[in-house]
């Protein structure tokens, strides 16, 4: 061969080569260029690259910054790039992504790498990629030539997202988007809930345990015991490649990786966590907002998907005091309840006949979600019926925790319905703040809601109202007296149809009494004369005043003993009104929403009324020092009563030792059904209702079933809580006294504390 056909051979070589690398570079372009232009299906526009969808929760946020609780499809709450630590950020770029600050979205090494050796030195994928391909592709593409398809389109949304955002933008929104499992999408769900605090605070070894899971959250997840070795050996090798690319040195990798695999997982379903019952009202409350306050476009805002941020009134601390008080109370009352119920043939259940037990469990059958779901797919009524009884297993409520047993679910509903349940609200008077806020014992098996859903009988804790209204009428002093004696208020008088004779449970009767000691002692006979001065009109006006819902409240004499069914969220509102001189200021819990980009869409404006003078509302609440200073509340002081056994029994945290005034009523309704207590400082109002979800369900006698032994502990022990925390704000001083007060409040012939300390018998009847 000649050297010119050798060379002509070569040039023509020369010339195929350069025409493949231009066809495979046309190609290239083309491809994208197709790709670009929506061929191998739908890109997302520039708007969705600004503000791509990512199913955002709403998170919900206590007065003192922490969070309470998310509503979510996806359990996801977005960070910025400065709340993510450093190694945190190392950890991520040196596992996924080593060269990630020197492409442009593409990683041509790693693509060249990975297409010579088909995948089997690793991939090629770069964060933002990955980012585009959880944000804007389908991720189940199945067969080699759709899976080609989706990595030409992966490719082109790194690219334009390269350009629209920064490296630490990205970083950012790849670490907010990724589905870490255990209802945990982006990283501040997962340090919430595998390690209990926030993103910035995560440790190294944290960290990398996180970022361990990016290679597959199921199968690298600490949480589970089957996986925990192939956790802790990914977040070892998490620590070779930091090391690797210079993050942390030869020796930090070694102690690092000697270290045990350690969690604190703190699950966030929405069952769970802290204010269930709060977070469900408020859910009430935000669904009826987003129907009135659509957005620019008219379309409306959804609570699950938004990212809003709803700012509340409560205090977690606050909270956490009220739920730990209602737990430790409640868990010791019901070890009582149910021994006090051992020889009972129809517990939980009390004065019934069999027929009325059967008409009890037959409604709460209809009411559950198995009637209701067998029901919607059809199934035939006896057959629904018949599925209650038969065995199955189940978990069911205690509190030791959730208990594995084998019961049909008739008896589980009988189970559930022996447990005493609880409603409590705290709030600032002056602000209508409410602070606290919890509607029951367990959200998960007790969704119905004590505080604001619920209505009982009020019992004594009515009769304030009586003495306020006499008080602003006819300008009566605590110390003025009348005679504990039999009392009818004849028929025909304030619309009665026969006559109307109360009687003193303890059938305590004779001498005089003042209002104050008349109060403390919750005397009905002298309560009734006081209603008869006054009429029972105007003190339903003024409880209407003070915040409370009268229109089915019938106007007779009996209200002044407490017959109204009302919340306790009424009854908290209304007692503020004394405790803030006269001033009724409405209950709020939201005070503003944002939504996710700060901007605020709703400010809460106060709403407040003028009902009484601060003469009558101080002459009141003097009233109301007297049942904690030697009535039925003065267990909030001392050791009175500490050598009665049944009362330590019953009772939790006693002593509790208040020195400070403390202005409250006790409560307790017919045959022990209900059991309440109301107390106020100057600036804090909290309110608690004890009882069975059936008034039926009970104590048999006043000794356990009164306020002062159900729901008074919970209000001693949460306060105890709140005085011993110096960062919580709760007054220890004197209620102000209005300047010129005309009524005498100081009665001469007052009980002091030690006179009664150990003669008052440890059941004061407070109906």
Same mark, same amino acid.
């Given at each position: 061969?000649?050297?010119?056909?050798?060379?002509?051979?070569?040039?023509?070589?020369?010339?195929?080569?350069?025409?493949?690398?231009?066809?495979?570079?046309?190609?290239?372009?083309?491809? &994208?260029?197709?790709?670009?232009?929506?061929? &191998?299906?739908?890109?997302?526009?520039?708007?969705?690259?600004?503000?791509? *969808?990512?199913?955002?929760?709403?998170?919900?946020?206590?007065?003192? /910054?922490?969070?309470?609780?998310? %509503?979510?499809?996806?359990?996801?709450?977005? !960070? @910025?790039?400065?709340?993510?630590?450093?190694?945190?950020?190392?950890?991520?770029?040196?596992?996924?992504?080593?060269?990630? %600050?020197?492409?442009?979205?593409?990683?041509?090494?790693?693509?060249?790498?990975?297409?010579?050796?088909?995948?089997?030195?690793?991939?090629?994928?770069?964060?933002?990629? *990955?980012?585009?391909?959880?944000?804007?592709?389908?991720?189940?593409?199945?067969?080699?030539?759709?899976?080609?398809?989706?990595?030409?389109?992966?490719?082109?949304?790194?690219?334009?997202?390269?350009?629209?955002?920064?490296?630490?933008?990205?970083?950012?929104?790849?670490?907010?988007?990724?589905?870490?499992?255990?209802?945990?999408?982006?990283?501040?769900?997962?340090?919430?809930?595998?390690?209990?605090?926030?993103?910035?605070?995560?440790?190294?070894?944290?960290?990398?345990?996180?970022?361990?899971?990016?290679?597959?959250?199921?199968?690298?997840?600490?949480?589970?015991?089957?996986?925990?070795?192939?956790?802790?050996?990914?977040?070892?090798?998490?620590?070779?490649? $930091?090391?690797?690319?210079? &993050?942390?040195?030869?020796?930090?990798?070694?102690?690092?990786?000697?270290?045990?695999?350690?969690?604190?997982?703190?699950?966030?379903?929405?069952?769970?966590?802290?204010?269930? %019952?709060?977070?469900?009202?408020?859910?009430?409350? $935000?669904?009826?907002?987003?129907?009135?306050?659509?957005?620019? @476009?008219?379309?409306?805002?959804?609570?699950?998907?938004?990212?809003?941020?709803?700012?509340?009134?409560?205090?977690?601390?606050?909270?956490?005091?009220?739920?730990?008080?209602?737990?430790?109370?409640?868990?010791?009352?019901?070890?009582?309840?149910?021994?006090?119920?051992?020889?009972?043939?129809?517990?939980?259940?009390?004065?019934?006949?069999?027929?009325?037990?059967?008409?009890?469990?037959?409604?709460?059958?209809?009411?559950?979600?198995?009637?209701?779901? $067998?029901?919607?797919?059809?199934?035939?009524?006896?057959?629904?019926?018949?599925?209650?009884?038969?065995?199955?297993?189940?978990? !069911?409520?205690?509190?030791?925790?959730?208990?594995?047993?084998? $019961?049909?679910?008739? @008896?589980?509903? =009988? %189970?559930?319905?022996?447990?005493?349940?609880?409603?409590?609200?705290?709030? #600032?008077?002056?602000?209508?703040?409410?602070?606290?806020? !919890?509607?029951?014992?367990? &959200?998960?098996?007790?969704?119905?809601?004590?505080?604001?859903?619920?209505?009982?009988?009020?019992?004594?804790?009515?009769?304030?109202?009586?003495?306020?209204?006499?008080?602003?009428?006819?300008?009566?002093?605590?110390?003025?007296?009348?005679?504990?004696?039999?009392?009818?208020?004849?028929?025909?008088?304030?619309?009665?149809?026969?006559?109307?004779?109360?009687?003193?449970?303890?059938?305590?009767?004779?001498?005089?009494?003042?209002?104050?000691?008349?109060?403390?002692?919750?005397?009905?006979?002298?309560?009734?004369?006081?209603?008869?001065?006054?009429?029972? *009109?105007?003190?339903?006006?003024?409880?209407?005043?003070?915040?409370? @819902?009268?229109?089915?409240?019938?106007?007779?004499?009996?209200?002044?003993?407490?017959?109204?069914?009302?919340?306790?969220?009424?009854?908290?509102?209304?007692?503020?009104?004394?405790?803030?001189?006269?001033?009724? +200021?409405?209950? =709020?819990?939201?005070?503003?929403?944002?939504?996710?980009?700060?901007?605020?869409? =709703?400010?809460?404006?106060?709403?407040?009324?003028?009902?009484?003078?601060?003469?009558?509302?101080?002459?009141?609440?003097?009233?109301?020092?007297?049942?904690?200073?030697? /009535?039925?509340?003065?267990?909030?002081?001392?050791?009175?009563?500490?050598?009665?056994?049944?009362?330590?029994?019953?009772?939790?945290?006693?002593?509790?030792?208040?020195?400070?005034?403390?202005?409250?009523?006790? /409560?307790?309704?017919?045959?022990?059904?209900?059991?309440?207590?109301?107390?106020?400082?100057?600036?804090?109002?909290?309110?608690?209702?004890?009882?069975?979800?059936?008034?039926?369900? #009970?104590?048999?006698?006043?000794? =356990?079933?009164?306020?002062?032994?159900?729901?008074?502990?919970?209000?001693?022990?949460?306060?105890?809580?709140?005085?011993?925390?110096?960062?919580?704000? +709760?007054?220890?001083?004197?209620?102000?006294?209005?300047?010129?007060?005309?009524?005498?409040?100081?009665?001469?012939?007052?009980?002091?504390?030690?006179?009664?300390?150990?003669?008052?018998?440890?059941?004061?009847?407070?109906?």
């Amino acid at each position: 061969m000649t050297a010119k056909k050798k060379k002509t051979n070569f040039n023509r070589h020369i010339k195929r080569f350069w025409v493949l690398y231009v066809l495979i570079c046309l190609s290239v372009i083309s491809i &994208f260029l197709l790709a670009s232009v929506g061929v &191998f299906g739908k890109m997302p526009s520039f708007e969705q690259l600004e503000n791509p *969808q990512t199913n955002l929760a709403t998170e919900i946020i206590s007065q003192d /910054g922490k969070t309470l609780g998310k %509503y979510f499809k996806q359990n996801r709450t977005p !960070v @910025d790039y400065d709340q993510l630590p450093e190694h945190l950020v190392n950890a991520l770029v040196a596992t996924e992504d080593e060269r990630y %600050y020197s492409h442009s979205g593409i990683d041509a090494k790693g693509t060249l790498r990975a297409i010579a050796y088909l995948g089997s030195k690793g991939g090629a994928s770069t964060i933002t990629q *990955q980012l585009a391909k959880q944000l804007f592709t389908d991720m189940n593409q199945t067969g080699l030539a759709n899976r080609l398809t989706q990595k030409i389109k992966e490719w082109v949304i790194a690219t334009r997202l390269e350009k629209q955002y920064t490296k630490d933008e990205i970083i950012a929104m790849y670490f907010n988007i990724f589905d870490f499992t255990r209802g945990a999408v982006g990283i501040r769900s997962a340090a919430r809930v595998y390690f209990g605090k926030e993103p910035q605070d995560l440790n190294i070894e944290e960290s990398a345990t996180l970022v361990a899971m990016f290679k597959n959250p199921v199968l690298y997840n600490p949480y589970r015991d089957i996986f925990k070795d192939n956790a802790l050996q990914r977040r070892n090798q998490v620590f070779v490649q $930091m090391a690797r690319n210079e &993050f942390i040195t030869e020796a930090e990798k070694d102690s690092l990786q000697a270290l045990p695999l350690e969690l604190n997982y703190t699950p966030e379903y929405q069952n769970d966590g802290q204010a269930t %019952y709060f977070r469900a009202e408020l859910k009430k409350f $935000m669904n009826n907002w987003i129907k009135e306050n659509p957005k620019a @476009d008219g379309e409306l805002y959804n609570l699950y998907s938004d990212g809003l941020k709803i700012y509340t009134t409560l205090d977690a601390k606050a909270q956490t005091y009220a739920e730990s008080a209602v737990e430790a109370h409640m868990k010791n009352l019901q070890k009582v309840f149910f021994e006090k119920n051992k020889n009972n043939k129809t517990a939980p259940f009390r004065s019934l006949t069999q027929e009325e037990i059967d008409n009890i469990i037959n409604r709460s059958i209809k009411n559950s979600s198995r009637y209701k779901q $067998m029901k919607k797919a059809g199934v035939a009524e006896d057959s629904i019926l018949a599925s209650f009884d038969k065995p199955r297993k189940m978990k !069911v409520f205690s509190w030791e925790g959730k208990k594995d047993t084998t $019961m049909t679910p008739r @008896d589980s509903i =009988y %189970y559930h319905k022996s447990f005493l349940n609880v409603g409590m609200m705290s709030m #600032r008077p002056q602000t209508g703040a409410i602070k606290a806020w !919890v509607g029951g014992i367990d &959200f998960e098996n007790f969704k119905y809601e004590h505080v604001q859903q619920a209505k009982r009988q009020v019992g004594s804790t009515f009769k304030p109202f009586v003495y306020a209204t006499a008080i602003d009428q006819l300008h009566l002093s605590p110390c003025y007296e009348l005679p504990n004696t039999k009392f009818t208020i004849p028929k025909g008088k304030f619309g009665l149809i026969k006559d109307w004779t109360p009687e003193n449970p303890s059938d305590d009767y004779g001498g005089i009494k003042t209002l104050k000691q008349a109060l403390a002692e919750s005397i009905n006979t002298i309560t009734a004369r006081v209603i008869d001065k006054t009429g029972p *009109q105007p003190v339903l006006q003024l409880a209407q005043k003070l915040g409370i @819902d009268t229109e089915n409240i019938e106007p007779y004499p009996s209200i002044a003993l407490g017959t109204p069914d009302l919340s306790v969220y009424e009854m908290v509102s209304a007692y503020s009104t004394f405790a803030n001189k006269g001033v009724h +200021v409405e209950p =709020y819990y939201v005070s503003r929403i944002e939504d996710k980009n700060g901007t605020i869409l =709703y400010q809460h404006q106060p709403k407040s009324q003028d009902v009484l003078s601060r003469e009558t509302a101080y002459v009141t609440i003097k009233l109301l020092e007297g049942v904690t200073q030697y /009535g039925s509340g003065q267990r909030l002081r001392g050791t009175w009563a500490k050598n009665l056994p049944h009362y330590k029994k019953a009772v939790t945290g006693y002593p509790y030792d208040f020195e400070n005034p403390i202005a409250g009523k006790t /409560g307790t309704t017919q045959n022990q059904s209900d059991g309440w207590f109301i107390g106020m400082v100057p600036d804090l109002a909290t309110g608690v209702w004890v009882g069975g979800e059936d008034r039926s369900v #009970r104590f048999r006698s006043i000794t =356990y079933g009164q306020g002062a032994t159900m729901a008074l502990p919970i209000w001693g022990m949460y306060m105890k809580s709140l005085y011993q925390d110096k960062d919580f704000e +709760v007054s220890a001083e004197d209620f102000e006294k209005p300047e010129n007060l005309s009524i005498q409040v100081e009665c001469d012939n007052e009980a002091k504390d030690d006179d009664k300390s150990t003669s008052q018998p440890d059941y004061n009847i407070d109906f």
